[in-house]
């Protein structure tokens, strides 16, 4: 079904983090299994993992720079191509 409208969420940071075997993962959440579907974070059962992952090594850091993306999308919808 077409649509006209949306939501952008930026993405202002990723990494690449090592690899993480299932058994430290069950260190720190030991009911995790292998996710089917997404996993959110932001849950107060989640915490422990959330941290955990935080903390991990990050290689290949990318900041993505969106003020000119901004300024793309704000002439879109102004109707300026």
Known sequence: MPKDDGCIIPILKSCAVKKITLEQL????????VPQKYLFLDR??????????????????????????????????????
């Open 26 to 33: 069950r260190a720190v959440l030991p009911q995790i299994v």
């Open 44 to 81: 107060p059962d989640k915490t422990d993992l959330l941290n955990f992952l935080l903390n991990q090594e990050c290689d290949n850091l990318i900041i993505n720079n969106w003020d000119k993306r901004y300024a793309l999308i704000k002439n879109i919808l102004a109707g300026k191509n």
